[in-house]
């Protein structure tokens, strides 16, 4: 089983910054990227190779290294208040797709 190591994590005030980084060991996944969930909401997509969700572009910068990911938040609002996933994605040699997720770690922006 891979096991994802999320940091970075914590309470911050509105404006202030935080850096999530997340180690996947084992093969060199396909897909590493970050969701998160806000309370009562649907986990969402936040930043990955493909862009980044609407409300957080030019803010946030996602930057991967081969198995480890960082995402940086900068200018942080009340409503980015979740807890962050780290989502990996390997393809394995039948093209099946098997997908892993952090423990999650939780941003709260407030004053």
């Known amino acids: 089983q891979v096991q994802l190591v999320e940091s970075g994590g914590g309470l911050v005030q509105p404006g202030g910054s935080l850096t999530l980084s997340c180690v996947a060991p084992?093969?060199?996944?396909?897909?590493m990227d970050w969701y998160r969930q806000a309370p009562g909401k649907q986990r969402e997509l936040v930043a990955g190779?493909?862009?980044?969700?609407d409300s957080v572009k030019g803010r946030f910068t996602f930057s991967r290294d081969k198995n480890t990911i960082n995402l940086q938040m900068n200018s942080l609002k009340p409503e980015d208040t979740a807890v962050y996933y780290c989502?990996?994605?390997?393809?394995?040699?039948?093209?099946?797709?098997?997908?892993?997720w952090g423990q999650g770690t939780q941003v709260t922006v407030s004053s």
């Open positions: 989502h990996a994605r390997y393809t394995d040699a039948g093209f099946v797709d098997h997908d892993y």
């Open positions: 084992g093969p060199i996944f396909t897909i």
């Open positions: 190779f493909t862009g980044y969700a």
